[in-house]
């Protein structure tokens, strides 16, 4: 019989593979006879003479193939995207010969580099060069922000970097985060969107961002922007009161807003996957292995990976001890919480999931679980890309074995977490979830089990 471990990674998985994206693309696109069609809308291919590929994202290049099989042979497709390093094609391939894949940063290191503000610029340079007889596919999904770098002049890229940092570890939230990074840039905020010169401008979005609102997703390059100048500046007055961030980027922000030109371009935009997807897929899979599941996706920003993972914690001992006759029970949740960074000095290594994994067992020995009830849990978090913050790791998995080999170890808790170092707990006590890449990027899934003792 499977154990609870086995049980929720089986579930976990299940809500992953239900967003993958070369399968979510394929699933959205159609070609009957003169008409394409990209979910329930409707473009004849009389109109085109090519299909112009561009976009950004840790799934780009899973929904670059897909959509090349969807459309095969119909029209001719050529294009950029920027990936990150370990998602581009192995040489040789032939599937995307067409399209440049481009390694736009390191992988495990979400950040804006200089070979993706290279790239970004290729991206508007095809965009701009486009004619109405082309139909642009802008293909969108989590990791956006990051690999689509373009500092509007006055800001450099050492700028731009100085604020994601100082935001991220000061606890920002990703609409925060985005609203700053819009502002800051030529491409997102619709900058895309007013760069290109196609005839039609079709975006697919796998959503990373709680509540879908398409123009924070990637900083929406597509989308008109629904910010101000004046939202950025209000994020930087919390968390940089002391305005010790870069003087460029303050007066980039304090200048007399420019009239930006209107799109020419007819857009339309297609979420076609997000956490509520995935969350509701693997609730499925729970219920096929026999268990009586509740499940929640967040639809706004949630509050620290740790408040999250203790709330986790409580609700999950709740059910081991309610008076349910059904005794193999599971919690599903899906959302993306922040986490504020110790000081660098003392900082380890981690991500959310797996500070949130560690502030759930800290709770958890509060609770005075006995050898049986540790025996029937397993809980675990773990981001839907495969990655965990600076880490190569999805995210971690809690159990009776992991909680043997921590005790045994004496691993100091309180000061794993103090020091957001949870990735060498869980290394040290056999709890890391490692999956590589996923292809596909819909903020975390997070699963929690008690199996009936047989």
């Known amino acids: 019989m499977p154990s609870p471990r086995q049980d929720a990674l089986s579930i976990w998985n299940a809500g992953v593979d239900s967003v993958r994206a070369h399968d979510r693309v394929l699933s959205q696109i159609q070609v009957e006879f003169d008409q394409l069609c990209v979910a329930d809308h409707f473009f004849s291919l009389a109109d085109f003479d090519r299909i112009l590929v561009v976009g950004a994202g840790k799934a780009a290049t899973a929904m670059a193939t897909g959509l090349v099989a969807a459309v095969g042979d119909r029209l001719p497709i050529e294009g950029w995207i920027n990936v990150p390093e370990g998602t581009v094609p192995a040489e040789g391939s032939e599937v995307l010969r067409h399209i440049h894949i481009h390694p736009a940063r390191p992988a495990g290191v979400n950040e804006p580099t200089a070979d993706g503000v290279y790239g970004t610029e290729q991206i508007l340079r095809l965009v701009r060069a486009a004619t109405p007889r082309d139909l642009c596919i802008a293909l969108i999904s989590g990791g956006g922000s990051a690999l689509l770098p373009a500092p509007i002049p006055g800001i450099t890229l050492a700028d731009k970097l100085a604020v994601i940092r100082h935001l991220s570890a000061s606890g920002a939230d990703i609409t925060e985060l985005n609203t700053v990074r819009k502002h800051l840039s030529d491409v997102k905020g619709g900058g895309l969107l007013r760069a290109c010169r196609a005839g039609q401008l079709i975006t697919l979005i796998l959503s990373d961002v709680l509540g879908d609102p398409v123009d924070l997703i990637a900083s929406g390059p597509t989308v008109e922007d629904t910010s101000t100048k004046t939202d950025a500046i209000d994020v930087l007055a919390k968390f940089d009161p002391q305005r010790n961030l870069p003087a460029s980027v303050y007066d980039a922000l304090n200048s007399a807003p420019a009239t930006a030109p209107r799109p020419t371009t007819n857009a339309t935009t297609c979420i076609i996957g997000n956490n509520a997807l995935a969350v509701d897929e693997a609730g499925i899979v729970a219920e096929r292995l026999g268990y009586n599941h509740i499940m929640h996706s967040a639809t706004t920003c949630e509050p620290s990976a740790e408040q999250v993972g203790r709330e986790f914690a409580e609700m999950l001992v709740a059910m081991l001890r309610s008076n349910d006759e059904h005794r193999s029970n599971c919690l599903i949740t899906g959302g993306e919480p922040v986490v504020t960074l110790a000081p660098a000095e003392i900082r380890g290594l981690g991500g959310r999931n797996q500070q949130l994994v560690l502030a759930a067992y800290q709770h ?91």
Not at 380 to 385: A, I, K, V
Not at 404 to 421: G, H, P, T, V, W
Request: charged share 25%.
């Open 364 to 454: 958890l020995l509060g609770c005075g679980l006995s050898v049986d009830e540790w025996n029937q849990i397993a809980l675990l978090s773990g981001g839907t890309d495969g990655e965990d913050g600076p880490t190569d790791a999805a995210g971690a998995i809690l159990d009776a074995s992991v909680h043997r080999i921590a005790s045994e170890k004496k691993l100091d808790i309180a000061d794993y977490l103090r020091r957001n170092d949870a990735y060498h707990f869980f290394e040290q006590a056999g709890g890391l979830i490692k999956c590589g890449p996923t292809g596909t990027n819909v903020c975390d899934i997070r699963v929690g089990v008690i199996k009936e003792s047989r």
